[in-house]
């Protein structure tokens, strides 16, 4: 009998969990997913499958979709802009550069504004190389029906996405540089690193004090906006790198307790784009390493 370290569902759980990350932008939801998952999977009969990995993905994917209509009506009463949840990861995932991308806030946010097929297709299709006919068979539509599918939902996201590929250093060093201007409430310092067209989106959740509930556009604006807020804190309030989503990152602690992240997109050298998440139900898994893989 074999051990339930070999089971197929434990092998592949990290890859399992990243696919239903990426298709809800929840952490909290994918787990749901995984485990209602496992429930499918432990009753089914081992010796009819044949490829339990394509199989375990089309049941995520199914359960996944069907989390999708329940998160849609949920969010319909989400109080100001929704991200994705953040997750803290090892600059390692940065090493498989697709995987890094496809795990970014900016892409997950792009994500989210596809219809769930179109979202499911791209997903399998771009990130996991998942053959049109797998997924046709996943999503009850024909083989040529997804192609469709994937073309317009490609064309959505090289729209939206952004379309400068930045090393991971130079990203790494604008964070840098981002944080020692927000410690040091260095207006003029955060003007040089922000593009003058930047927009910052954050998602407070209605719960958490200070956080806008309109994007903020404009490195004077926001220049501003951010110097103000840490004023207000005082001393307390620090900036730190770390590492969110396959990204250098900002994480920010009042008191040494964590009261917000920020991702960003970088393009020449200055922040295009800011990320913030500071409703406290989407931090909860900041404090360990998430294992994704794909």
């Known amino acids: 009998m074999a051990s339930l370290d070999e089971d197929p569902f434990v092998v592949h759980r990290n890859l399992l969990f990243t696919v239903a990350y990426q298709l809800l932008g929840s952490a909290g939801d994918a787990e749901d997913v995984l485990q209602e998952s496992w429930l499918r999977w432990s009753s089914v009969d081992r010796s009819e499958i044949r490829e339990p990995r394509a199989y375990l993905v089309r049941v995520v994917t199914r359960q996944s979709l069907n989390h999708l209509r329940t998160v849609a009506r949920r969010r319909e009463d989400y109080v100001g802009e929704w991200l994705p949840e953040p997750l803290l990861t090892s600059p390692d995932v940065a090493d498989d550069v697709e995987l890094a991308e496809s795990l970014s806030m900016a892409m997950l946010t792009v994500l989210q504004t596809l219809g769930p097929a179109e979202r499911v297709v791209f997903v399998l299709h771009e990130v996991f190389d998942v053959p049109y006919d797998e997924i046709a068979e996943t999503v009850g539509k024909t083989p040529a029906a997804v192609r469709q599918i994937a ?106 307790q964590l009261l917000g992240v920020a991702s960003i997109t970088v393009a020449d050298g200055r922040v295009t784009q800011v990320y913030s998440i500071a409703n406290p139900d989407k931090l909860t898994r900041l404090d360990h390493e998430a294992a994704l893989s794909r």
Do not use: C, F
């Open 151 to 256: 073309h317009r939902a490609k064309g959505h996201v090289s729209a939206r996405r952004p379309r400068v590929r930045v090393v991971r250093s130079e990203h790494a060093d604008v964070v840098e540089r981002l944080v020692t201007a927000l410690n040091t409430g260095d207006l003029h310092g955060l003007m040089d690193v922000l593009a003058p067209d930047v927009v910052a989106v954050a998602d407070g959740g209605g719960k958490a004090r200070g956080a806008a509930t309109r994007p903020i556009v404009g490195a004077d604006k926001l220049a501003r906006y951010l110097v103000g807020g840490m004023a207000k804190a005082g001393a307390s309030l620090r900036a730190a790198a770390t590492w969110v989503n396959g990204q250098p990152a900002i994480r920010m602690e009042l008191d040494g």
